[in-house]
């Protein structure tokens, strides 16, 4: 995949386990927030997204979390999975800047069986 | 429904080439954006188009180049390859209007080789 050979932040868990993915974003004037998931492979997977009204979303198995005072963003996995093992990505929106998404550089989850 | 298609999903080019990529958005989806992935610089994003107009565009030279169709299908093109462009092209589609935000969806890339 594209992050063989990058230093990634890698988080290990244990099945059944839960699993925290932390990212800190940079820009005040980001309104909006997205979590992917990518395989080998595979392009970016939609998660979870929450706007900046909001601070906390939850999905299937998922949550995210958004504190704006530090600017900081959360992904919380409920009964983490085998098939959860993949790079996150926490990407976030500049207020009128279409289409144009901030990408971190990416956690990579490793789920142990 | 079909996700994002693109094509082709491999190619192999020469310094100095030209590429073009193609992306077929998700149906019903108007506004295509096109992103840069490699394992040093991550995800960067090239541009956005919504209904055949570019919204917004990244710091990338002007060797890079998009377009959008009426049915919203969009091409990327690449002149005058270097070998830095090796990466993983992404395409990713919105329901995003002329205003507002919505999440992008992603396609599995055009992975470019530039020898």
């Known amino acids: 995949g594209e992050n063989v050979g990058l230093h990634l932040p890698t988080l290990s868990v244990q099945e059944g386990d839960n699993s925290i993915i932390n990212c800190a974003y940079s820009n005040s004037a980001s309104d909006y927030f997205i979590w992917y998931k990518q395989e080998s492979g595979k392009g970016p997977q939609f998660i979870i997204d929450i706007r900046s009204n909001m601070d906390k979303r939850q999905g299937q198995r998922v949550t995210v979390l958004l504190n704006k005072t530090v600017k900081h963003l959360s992904l919380q996995i409920a009964a983490t999975q085998p098939g959860d093992s993949a790079v996150y990505f926490c990407?976030?929106?500049?207020?009128?800047?279409?289409?144009?998404?901030?990408f971190g550089k990416g956690t990579k989850l490793s789920v142990k069986p | 429904k079909a996700g994002v298609t693109q094509t082709p999903r491999y190619l192999i080019k020469t310094r100095g080439q030209q590429v073009t990529l193609s992306c077929s958005p998700i149906s019903g989806h108007r506004s295509v954006s096109w992103y840069q992935q490699t394992p040093g610089q991550g995800l960067q994003f090239l541009f956005e188009y919504f209904s055949e107009t570019q919204r917004n565009k990244g710091n990338f030279p002007g060797r890079f180049s998009g377009r959008q169709f009426s049915n919203s299908r969009s091409e990327m093109n690449v002149s005058t390859l270097e070998l830095g462009d090796s990466a993983l092209y992404l395409c990713?589609?919105?329901?995003?209007?002329?205003?507002?935000?919505?999440?992008?969806?992603f396609g599995n890339g055009t992975r470019l080789t530039v020898t």
């Open positions: 990713a589609s919105s329901l995003a209007g002329p205003v507002g935000n919505s999440p992008l969806h």
């Open positions: 990407a976030e929106n500049i207020r009128g800047s279409q289409g144009n998404l901030i």
